[in-house]
């Protein structure tokens, strides 16, 4: 079995020694004096197993196990100390450290330790690959309530065809998960799933972005480039807002679907993709068909089979759950644990009306973790929903609510106005604006 060990150890002599019996044995050592040298050999490189003293220059290892473990969960920690002690060994497992062992008395255990670690780090990545795989597909879909599982359903049976699907809903109810689950339940989940905001870009840009082009066809083409189409062949392409496409770009994307050929822009070449399309707009297509805003035949081609997503505030029974997932996939993020979340903290979440729906929610939940106190969210977590009261009438202010806010969120970022900016929900150029505003610097 071979494996990729970490030594960390002040003692020159004994680092090395145990890199060369380490290396012997065909494991791959790397070694490391200081802790710090050794969290950034970590960031570097793909550990398995990680042996430690527990008294190094700059750090104490039982509390080093903490951190490793926080960022590196699948690596297995041995700790090495020249004097044993129960109270270290105690916390060291408590920490998260696999064993705990003394050096000289021990030395015969090392390799066998070693290779029981190993098969513990196995397991490990077994179980995240697990938990990945059950994050993929339809089990991505969070939510019990009547109207999402009849989404679900609908979705789970057009996966099995090749047929186009048209996502309609508010924004953020979850359309590109959706697609994404189509995709992985589908015969063509192997190729590429490729997606693009049909809002996001002017029309020239949208239209390289989508057919390609060659070199030279515009202004700053300077090499050629394959388009979205092209890359979705054998795969599926999801056009998000597609309400918001161009008039002149509808009537080509109209031809792809009709005939599976394209046209990069500078080429004169036919090209064809073979790929499944799932479009999604918050737009309702008939009235902007109408106003003259969208191709009617191009409609008619999409809405082969509509699937209808429902707005979270028609889908509370759902919001306590999504929220626990948010918690938890938020809090390893951010290298928390043991959050402790308080009743009154899905309370307060409930009595919102969610217009930004789940992607609000998500937004919500990662805030909150930012600003809670002593690890636990309740409802002074969520500043914008607080109903605290206090004897300081300027602390009831919306000012005062929101500069402390701001404070927070850019402590958090370590001064990234443009993260901030991302956490808030706001353009960078409010945020600069607020900042003059409230005398932050």
């Not at 012997?24 to 490189?45: C, G, H, I, P, W």
């Not at 705990?100 to 995240?128: M, R, W």
């Not at 690959?129 to 679900?152: C, R, Y």
């Not at 409930?350 to 919500?364: A, V």
């Amino acid at each position: 079995m071979s494996g990729n060990i970490l030594i960390i150890d002040d003692e020159l002599k004994l680092l090395k020694l145990l890199g060369m019996i380490l290396s012997q044995e065909d494991f791959n050592v790397k070694e490391a004096s200081t802790a710090r040298s050794a969290m950034t050999m970590l960031e570097q490189y793909e550990f398995d197993v990680v042996l430690s003293d527990v008294r190094l220059p700059d750090a104490f290892g039982v509390e080093l196990v903490k951190s490793i473990k926080t960022k590196y969960p699948h690596q297995e920690v041995i700790l090495m100390t020249a004097f044993g002690n129960i109270t270290d060994a105690v916390q060291a497992m408590k920490n998260g450290a696999y064993d705990y062992l003394v050096k000289g008395d021990d030395n015969d255990k090392i390799i066998p330790l070693v290779y029981k670690a190993l098969d513990k780090v196995k397991d490990n990545k077994s179980k995240i690959v697990q938990k990945k795989d059950s994050q993929k597909g339809f089990n991505q879909i969070i939510g019990h309530s009547p109207a999402i599982l009849e989404a679900k359903k609908l979705a789970e049976r057009v996966a099995l065809t090749d047929a186009t699907v048209l996502l309609t809903g508010e924004t953020g109810t979850g359309k590109e998960v959706f697609a994404n689950a189509i995709h992985d339940g589908s015969e063509r989940k192997k190729n590429n799933f490729v997606a693009i905001n049909c809002s996001a870009f002017s029309k020239e840009i949208l239209e390289s972005e989508l057919f390609g082009h060659k070199q030279g066809s515009f202004t700053g083409a300077v090499k050629d480039k394959k388009g979205l189409v092209e890359e979705a062949n054998g795969g599926t392409l999801f056009l998000d807002e597609i309400g918001e496409m161009p008039m002149e770009l509808q009537a080509k994307l109209l031809r792809v679907l009709e005939t599976h050929e394209f046209i990069k822009m500078g080429e004169t070449k036919v090209s064809k993709s073979d790929f499944r399309l799932i479009a999604a707009t918050n737009r309702n297509l008939e009235e902007e068909i109408k106003q003259g805003n969208f191709r009617e035949d191009l409609y008619f081609r999409l809405n082969v089979f509509e699937i209808s997503l429902p707005p979270l505030r028609e889908r509370k029974e759902d919001l306590k759950i999504l929220a626990k997932n948010f918690i938890d996939m938020f809090s390893h993020k951010l290298h928390l644990s043991a959050v402790q979340v308080s009743p009154e903290y899905y309370k307060t979440l409930e009595k919102n009306d969610w217009k930004g729906n789940i992607r609000e929610l998500r937004n919500t939940v990662e805030r909150s973790l930012i600003l809670m106190n002593e690890n636990i969210l309740n409802a002074e977590s969520l500043p914008h929903y607080s109903e605290k009261v206090t004897g300081d009438k300027d602390s009831l202010s919306i000012r005062s609510l929101e500069k402390e806010h701001i404070q927070k969120v850019l402590h958090y970022t370590k001064g990234n106005k443009a993260e901030a900016a991302r956490l808030l929900e706001i353009g960078i150029a409010t945020l600069y604006r607020k900042l003059e505003e409230y005398g932050l610097r």
